[in-house]
Nanobody, 124 residues
């Protein structure tokens, strides 16, 4: 069973930065599509960013384009989400998820494996 563990969350002031990491329990996951999702209190889980196994495809939600950057290091079995220019509305629990090769959308039901989440709070 593939396990994902997120880290890097925390509290930051508006305009600040955080880098989230998603570590896989297996290093043979370079073929899998990985995405970051977030869920704020009282809201549905939404896709934030997606990266293909080769890193050729990277998608972002409109709300984070130009501020967030997704990347992966397959030999290390890790996917990152660099978050800059953070806003209060970015406050949420952030989850990473892995799914089959070829996914291009950020629909939660397409992803089979999920981490436990890491809290990000943006507040002055």
């Amino acid at each position: 069973q593939l396990r994902l563990v997120e880290s890097g969350g925390g509290s930051v002031q508006p305009g600040g930065s955080l880098r989230l990491s998603c570590q896989f329990s297996e290093f043979t996951v370079d073929y899998k599509t990985v995405a970051w999702f977030r869920q704020a209190p009282g809201k549905e889980r939404e896709g934030v960013s997606l990266i293909s196994g080769s890193s050729r495809l990277k998608n972002y939600a409109d709300s984070v384009k130009g501020r967030f950057t997704i990347s992966r290091d397959n030999p290390k079995g890790t996917v990152y989400l660099q978050m800059d220019s953070l806003r209060p509305e970015d406050t949420a629990i952030y989850y990473c998820a892995a799914g089959p090769f070829g996914i291009t959308s950020m629909r939660p039901d397409e992803f089979q494996y999920w981490g436990q989440g890491t809290q990000v709070t943006v507040s002055s």
